[in-house]
């Protein structure tokens, strides 16, 4: 029992573990040229090993020890020692002070990278929006339109087609069958049609997966009521320029339309599109300005005024978000990001993190505790060179 | 330098130290005009480039920085052309100008095919015209390479070509080259206005009009549109200093617009006057509408401008950073002598001359604060500026207390060595850029930037320090325990030191990222190499701490340290990827190749077994290395380090 604790408590354990840490950041840096940042944060970082097979074949072995192992070696080896080795003294003080504010770094970002949510709000000038959406994920979502002061949404997340072929929920007339769905693919003309045909993944550092659906609707009869080709490249409005662009010529204008049908006298549309995360305000894009230094193309600063509207709270007020100026509202944070070609309207960057606040905590503490000990150091120092 | 020092020795270091700075002072006095013409004055003129402004003298400077590498002109008669004379000659004598040689070729596959001489370095326009078009058209297949995977040759083709645009910018800034009387030009200009626009609504009406009018505003029109484009700095102010402060033309734009109002900007006459009156080497002519258009700047509250121009240029004459490298190299020598012979006063020596070349390096990084109104590091250029100074200024407190050559040697070398690699880096011209929209906030450029420099200075110098103990522990007798142990104390603060700074400069990126787009880390390759550095202080202390290591092994781990943060520094731009990428440096990446090199090198010499150490061998052993030998067991000489606590 002693020798384990002993090994788990040693700081031989802390030195060896914090060189390979060392090593770990250096080889995940070096891969993301390769696979780009997104690949290696999920292959080096979020992981228990880094894994390594030669290219083509189907084994793969661990070759080195992924960033979750690290962290929680070292965090035992944190724990056990201070359970072992340690005795609270005043001279130690700041040593405490150091590692409990890594703890919390450490499980902070942990918790940071399992529960934050990062989505984009994109509006033009003049414009409104009451949801965000996720740049990575997507979702079929059926919209029921017969209501013309409400649309009430069902949406199906993108990994329930996995291994689902049929959708069938009480609370709709129909059921959707899948014929296929592709996580990545790209449009293609068949004829005057529209197909889309199925890509591998995408791996480079700007490249994302873009999903299509071919289904078809059912009445509870079993009747077929319509087919559609569904996909992100249909939805957003980027996409769907560059189709047009590519094969707008060759295709009839009805692949463009809406995916609109209609089942006991009720209206619904279908639409394969960014995961939206709806909230129960609304933001209105006044004005977005983008400045450049005189006589030259590098951006002195963006900013957008906006209107936020909270019916609910009763709130309407203006706010400017610009560079290094974010929005805290209702658990979220609005960040400058991008903007629209032409200046003519903002992308904000919408964060939900619980834990942002722990890095602040963390590193006041790791400071304070830094320099308390050096500084005891130090003044022990010059004592001692006093007296000599 | 236990021994007290007498006679001529107490004054000597007096005296050496006087004569430097004598040198400082004397070279702070402003330079004369080799000519009646007061080309100094012209010199400070404000004009508007790179989003800034900055005097023409600066403009002149940065753009032979960019041509040729150097910051004036090597004349035949090895004599020195002062860069804005040689930019005035550029814009009034464009076929003498024609002849200097200002372009800078190194790749000799650009030389064979601009049939240039293979020894030459430098050449003039009229020895590369001839090739220009073939020049133009390999051009215009690179550019579609992208810039990684270009050849050696392919880049020097891109440099000499953008060279030959920066030249023909600077030609045509203020007149066309072909004018002859520029002053004239525009006098007739202005009296055609009026009568071209008549001619000109009338045939746009289809009715009748005078064909010569016509014709004559439309020449205009397309001369000053082609100047517009090429004019370089922008060098009109507005009239209107309640509108845009910063909303400067070139005289070709500005020209243009005088076809609405009729009305010519004072700043074009002037300058039209001036190169005229150069042209005609009429130095009263000149200095007279120089006098005039200075006048008129500070009477229509172009005074901060006038201000403005007036400082940048005397920074630039002092080149503060240069003064200090050769100080450096002096105070580093000295104190390397005194290892050799230990003559008190070369130590002394080099601790004063440290002290000067700090006192210079420091006024340097405050001026530039001040012209630029930011903190001390914005860029590259500047960070090599603030680690030089970082490691220079703890270097020297080392010195202060330990007394015995060590602090010198290395804010020599780390202070020069650093310079080395700013001066490299400002070669891309201007070092003074403006901040993309994201870095434009002096609060985290004076935290996050400062703090995690300071620890890349801080870690260079451990690494240092640890050189000089591995290469006189192994090459000489002179490292005895008591020099071993203070070294080891010292590479123990400093990277306490380190620690703490790259901990705290790492985090408080982190939370600067997240202020501006919301993620704390996004292991983005410039995080990456802080957090290395941050994870491999922590190592060492640890393994020092544990006994893992002790002084020697500490030694070892920070000649690794030296990679770690050279990596982190500048390796990670090389990656040409993420949100703080500089971009492709081909050249830096050799020399940082070159740098990792000997580090591996002295990091094997540091592992060779302690019995070959000459310092650690018993001095009656000879120069045999296999005499008898002192402590093979224990590794290093002044035994085990406690552990911290």
Redesign the interface.
Known sequence: MTAILKFWSSLRLTVVTLAMAMGLVFIGTLAQVKIGLYQAQIDYFQSLFVWWGPSGSNWKIPVWPGGYLLGLVLLINLLAAHASRFKFSKKKIGIFVIHAGLIILFLGQFATERLSVESNMVISEGASKNYSENGRKSELAIIETTDSKEDVVTSVPEAWFGNNRELNRAELPFIIKVQMFAPNAEPAAKGSNLVFTPLPPATKMNDRNIPAAEVEVVDRKGKSLAKFETSNWLSEDKLLSMVKEKLGERLSPSVFQRSEFKVDGRSFELAMRPVRYYKPYVVQLLNFSHDRYAGTDIPKNYSSRIRLINSQTREDREVLIYMNNPLRYGGETYYQASFLPGDTGTIFQVVKNPGWLTPYLACIMVSAGLLIQFLTHLIQFIKKRRTA | MKQPLTGWQRWLPWGIVGLAALWVVAALKPPTDPSPFRIREFAELPV?????VQPLDSVARNSLLILRSKQSLALEDGKQMDATEWMLEMMTHPDLADQRKVFRIDNLEVKGLLKLAEEEKNFSFNQIKDGWEELEKQNRRIQELEAEVRTPYERGLVKINSAIGLYFRIKNSIRPENSGDFAAEIGLYRDKIAAGLVALQKSQAGEDHDENDLQMIVQFFRRYEMLSKTGYP?VVPPVDLSHKR???RTVGASLMESMRGGQIQPAVEYYAAMTTAYTKNDPGAFNSALGEYQAWLAKSGYTPEIKKGHNESFFNHYQPFIKSMTLYVLAFLLACAYWFKWSPWLARTAFLLVGLSLVIHTSGLIFRMVLEGRPPVTNLYSSAIFVGWGAVLLSFVLER?YKDGIGSVTAGAVGFTTLVVAHNLSLDGDTM??????L??NF?LATHVVAVTLGYASTFLAGFLAIVYIVRGLLTRSLTPETAKSLS?MVY?IV??A??FS??GT??G???A????????????KE??A??IV??T??ML??R??G?VRERGLMVMCIFGNI?TS?SWFG?NM????LHSYGFMDEAFKWLMVFDVTQLIILAMGLVPIKYWRSFAKPDSGSSPNGKLSGTKTPVTPGKLTA??
Do not use: K, Y
Not at chain 2, 514 to 525: A, E, K, L, N
């Open positions: 508007l480039l790179n989003g800034r922008l910063e909303d400067w207390i850029t403006m901040l993309q929209a994201v434009d906030t985290w104390r603060g306490c030191f620690t703490l901990f705290v985090v408080l982190g939370i600067w997240d202020q501006s787009w919301g993620r704390f880390w996004g292991w983005d390759p990456n190499g957090l290395m994870l491999w922590a190592a640890h393994a701490w544990g893992i770690v990596f990670v990656l040409s990827i993420g911290a606590a």
